[in-house]
């Protein structure tokens, strides 16, 4: 059974366009992140939520929405995608709230290529 | 600002031989977490360290932290092919902000 997963794998899409990366976990965490991986392998948080709550959302251009329909969804909605968006992007889910107090479960990863 | 550093970005060993990498940060912190990437798949947890603790093992790993000089290592000994991997450090600071460093490519030769 796949803890954390994530849907699609592989995104190609054109420069304008909106799409949406899902992301599930069975693992029952309150806890669930998206991380943005670039291609120098630079990991950096998006977003986190907590209960359904967001609880994090750093620096990122409001063309990214995320919404959790329930603690064990976290999706990633991109409007008006730019080719600067391409990267590899990271769902996550922890069981103890933000932090590091326990370990990060990842998915295993959703490649977006903007052309 | 970057909190995690891992050095050395890249490292390759023959198969046997240990390989360390090092994380530094810059603020203090609660915990420290390692991670593996393989190719094309998502980051596995390998070890947590709390600010209080000082050395970690788990099976062939083996964690140190130093809170003095803000640093931590990660051995792994009598390295295997299938260990060739990306290694990342991340640390949480008194916000609960995690962040992770640029991580260290590791190369086990045959």
């Known amino acids: 059974d796949t803890a954390v997963s994530q849907t699609p794998k592989y995104l190609v899409t054109q420069m304008g366009n909106d799409k949406s990366i899902k992301c599930e976990q069975n693992?029952?965490?309150?806890?669930m992140y998206w991380y943005k991986q670039d291609s120098k392998k630079f990991l950096k948080i998006m977003f986190s939520y907590n209960n359904k709550e967001l609880i994090i959302n750093e620096t990122v251009p409001n063309r990214f929405s995320p919404k959790s329909p329930d603690k064990a969804h976290l999706n990633l909605h991109i409007n008006s995608l730019e080719l600067g968006d391409s990267a590899v992007y990271f769902c996550?889910?922890?069981?103890?709230?933000?932090?590091?107090?326990?370990?990060?479960?990842f998915g295993n990863g959703t490649r977006l290529t903007v052309t | 600002s970057q909190q995690g550093e891992e050095d050395p970005q890249a490292l390759s060993i023959q198969e046997g031989e240990n390989a360390t990498m090092n994380c530094s940060y810059k603020?203090?912190?609660?915990?420290l977490q390692w991670y593996r990437q393989n190719s094309g798949r998502g980051l596995v947890h390998l070890i947590l360290i709390r600010s209080n603790e000082r050395e970690k093992h788990s099976g062939r790993l083996r964690v140190t932290l130093d809170t003095s000089k803000k640093s931590s290592s990660l051995l792994i000994t009598a390295s295997r092919a299938a260990d060739t991997a990306s290694y990342f450090c991340a640390t949480d600071n008194r916000d609960d902000k995690i962040i992770f460093g640029k991580g260290t490519r590791l190369h086990i030769l045959p």
């Open positions: 693992l029952g965490h309150d806890t």
């Open positions: 996550a889910s922890s069981q103890a709230g933000t932090g590091l107090n326990s370990p990060l479960h």
């Open positions: 603020t203090s912190i609660n915990n």
